[in-house]
């Protein structure tokens, strides 16, 4: 089981960037899924995601702003980021807690996983 994001770049203050995340393997559901980031010197934060119930919910100055949504599949999730600022540059990360079945049949449970971070720099 893995999570693959992309989409992370550099743009100017105002731009749009659209980060994707794409959970694979043998998973059975996701419990919840979305976005946190990092910014230097900074603690990771919770950017957007979705419960199970399909709730969307963002961090404050994500409101307005940047729009979670995901496909039919719901293994996969989308951020739009618009008009960002340049406290938005941070490492964004893509998370979820999933329930999988192992090569051997086991079930696991409300496993948390991690993909690897894609940069944003918003420049002035």
């Known amino acids: 089981v893995q999570l693959q994001a992309s989409g992370g770049g550099l743009v100017q203050a105002g731009g749009s960037l659209r980060l994707s995340c794409t959970a694979s393997?043998?998973?059975?559901?996701?419990?919840?899924m979305g976005w946190y980031r990092q910014a230097p010197g900074k603690e990771r934060e919770l950017v957007a995601s979705?419960?199970?119930?399909?709730?969307?919910k963002y961090e404050e100055s994500a409101k307005g702003r940047f729009t979670i949504s995901r496909a039919n599949t719901k293994n996969t999730v989308y951020l739009q980021m618009n008009s960002l600022e340049l406290g938005d540059t941070a490492v964004y990360y893509c998370?979820?807690?999933?329930?999988?079945?192992?090569?051997?049949?086991?079930?696991?449970?409300?496993?948390?996983?991690w993909g690897k971070g894609t940069l944003v720099t918003v420049s002035s």
């Open positions: 998370n979820a807690e999933m329930n999988y079945r192992n090569n051997y049949g086991q079930i696991y449970s409300g496993v948390d996983y």
């Open positions: 393997g043998s998973i059975l559901s996701i419990n919840h």
């Open positions: 979705f419960t199970a119930g399909g709730t969307a």
